[in-house]
C-alpha cells in the first residue's frame, strides 16, 4: 500500500530552521512528482514547493528564497528545508505524491513558530 510519513516538525522560533522529511513507498517514487503543503488553522491548503521527476523546482512566493525542496530516488525521501522562518509559516505540513493519474497524501507534521 501507498505510504507518505512526514517527519521533522516541531517547534522552532522566529528566525530558526527545519528539515522536514517525508519518506515515501509503494509506488514508483521516481516518476512521482513530489509536494509539499501546509494548511494553517482557518485557511486552505496551499502548495508550499513541488518537486518534479526531473529536479524541476518550483516554490510559492512566500518561502521563495528562504526554502529548498529535494528528492533522494534512493531513499525513497523528499525533503524540505526551511530557514529564516516566520509566525505564519506555523500550520500542518503534508507531503504528496503525484503519479498520473493518482495523488496521495500524507498524514502531516505540525510545523510551530513561536518566541
Known amino acids: 500500500q501507498v505510504q507518505l510519513v512526514e517527519s521533522g516538525g516541531g517547534l522552532v522560533q522566529p528566525g530558526g530552521s527545519l528539515r522536514l522529511a517525508c519518506a515515501a513507498s509503494g509506488f514508483s517514487f521516481s516518476t512521482a512528482t513530489m509536494s509539499w503543503y501546509r494548511q494553517a488553522p482557518g485557511k486552505q491548503r496551499e502548495l508550499v514547493a513541488s518537486?518534479?521527476?526531473?529536479?524541476?523546482?518550483n516554490y510559492a512566493d512566500s518561502v521563495k528564497g528562504r526554502s529548498a525542496i529535494s528528492r533522494d530516488n534512493a531513499t525513497s525521501t523528499v525533503y524540505l528545508q526551511m530557514n529564516s522562518m516566520k509566525l505564519e509559516d506555523t500550520a500542518v505540513y503534508y507531503c504528496?505524491?503525484?503519479?498520473?493519474?493518482?495523488?496521495?497524501w500524507g498524514q502531516g507534521t505540525q510545523v510551530t513558530v513561536s518566541s
Open positions: 504528496k505524491a503525484s503519479v498520473f493519474p493518482n495523488y496521495y
Open positions: 518537486i518534479s521527476r526531473g529536479g524541476t523546482t
